[in-house]
């Protein structure tokens, strides 16, 4: 079993910067046979399909972004303690959404994109980004 929290989001005007953070919990990442391959973010506005953010591979720390945010978001992780971070800069207002994280066991960049794929999601943490 994987928990996950999201917290870091917000209300902030436009061109601004906000860091989400990702806590797992779980013995996932100490058991090799049941072992995160990637962590996602992901985002969802109101009556909006849940869409893919940035996804990076736990081991790895090989980084995918969605073309909509890439040059301005950025995401990391940090193995040892169990955390996934996405800093979000340059916000705009179409950034607004309820943002999740999630992790998949699937391997190879072709599901990391798909929210199918994920097994754990955390509950969402809101960003609204005004003009």
């Known amino acids: 079993q994987v928990h996950l929290v999201e917290s870091g989001g917000g209300l902030v005007q436009a061109g601004g910067s906000l860091r989400l953070s990702c806590a797992v919990s779980?013995?996932?990442?100490?058991?090799?046979?049941?072992?995160?391959?990637?962590m996602g973010w992901f985002r969802q506005a109101p009556g909006k399909e849940r869409e893919f953010v940035a996804a990076?591979?736990?081991?790895?720390?090989?980084?995918y972004y969605a073309d909509s945010v890439k040059g301005r978001f950025t995401i990391w992780r940090d193995g040892a303690e169990n955390m996934g971070y996405l800093q979000m800069n340059g916000l705009k207002p179409e950034d607004t959404a309820v943002y999740f994280c999630g992790t998949t066991s699937w391997r190879g960049s072709r599901y990391y994109s798909v929210a199918e794929f994920y097994g754990y999601w955390g509950q969402g943490t809101q960003v609204t980004v005004s003009s």
């Open positions: 990076i591979t736990w081991s790895g720390g090989d980084s």
């Open positions: 779980g013995r996932t990442f100490s058991d090799p046979s049941l072992g995160i391959d990637a």
